[in-house]
């Protein structure tokens, strides 16, 4: 049997392309999206062409019933799941901290944090061996963000997945001993669409020749490295990072 792999926030950029290498590389996919059904319907149908498995589940992860029923929803339709990504993330528009509100932090810490420890939990109740699974692999997702702290546009995304990385760690030390993998990847300037809703859509273009590679990344170069966390080739490595970030 197939092994099923959860996507969280699959509809689109790097959580789309995580949902089609997948498939490629012989899971069955569930994917979750919030608002755009018809981006997420589009994935499934492209994977059910090509001959793949996936499903689309409506969930706003920084809602503890969603996730549930998210999890829930994906036992009963493909089975135990075996990889959790914890991608689904939101950024709000560039501004300086003194314009932020505190409206605007809980809504990206909701997302941002509270959801990936929300999925997280409920892949370890069916993934881990204390609770009579078969083990599994968590790769969340992180952003070079973390590092760099993104001063002038989005500190406070920055200190959200600040706390993926902390997160990370912790949790593969936690359930290390349960069968359980967590790493973590760190996307850098990445061309998805995820930049308009920061209100500005030509981000990448603008700091490109900035880069050491002179390019910013694209959503499959980052699938790549989630899917080898992932896989077993990975099976010794736990609480690590990959920056796909093009050496910034």
């Known amino acids: 049997m197939q092994p099923v792999m959860i996507v969280t926030g699959g509809s689109r950029g790097i959580g789309a392309a995580t949902a089609r290498l997948a498939v490629a590389r012989g899971y069955r996919v569930a994917l979750s999206y919030r608002d755009s059904r018809e981006a ?21 992860v920084s809602r503890e019933c969603d996730v549930v029923r998210l999890f829930d929803s994906v036992d009963r339709a493909l089975g135990p799941v075996a990889v959790l990504v914890n991608n689904a993330g939101i950024l709000e528009r560039q501004c300086r901290v003194e314009a932020m509100d505190a409206a605007r932090l ?3 810490l909701a997302v941002n944090v509270t959801g990936s420890f929300l999925c997280a ?14 083990g599994g692999a968590i790769v969340n997702l992180s952003s070079m963000a973390a590092r760099l702290g993104a001063p002038d546009e989005y500190v406070d995304y920055a200190a959200a997945k600040g706390a ?12 290390a001993g349960e069968g359980i993998r967590v790493n973590a990847v760190r996307p850098g300037l990445i061309d998805t669409d995820i930049h308009a809703s920061g209100g500005e859509p030509g981000r990448v273009e603008r700091l490109a020749p900035a880069m050491p590679m002179r390019r910013g990344g694209t959503a499959e170069e ?20 990959i920056d796909v970030a093009g050496g910034r």
């Open 40 to 60: 997420a319907d589009a994935v499934v149908t492209e994977i059910a062409r090509g001959g793949g498995e996936a499903i689309a589940v409506a969930a706003d």
């Open 106 to 108: 809980a809504r990206v």
């Open 121 to 134: 939990r409920e892949a370890i109740r069916r993934m881990s061996t204390r609770h009579g699974g078969q």
């Open 164 to 175: 993926i990385d902390t997160f990370t760690v912790g949790l593969a030390k936690e359930v």
């Open 222 to 241: 980052v699938a790549r490295a989630i899917l080898w966390l992932a896989s077993g080739e990975a099976s010794y490595t736990t609480g690590s990072f």
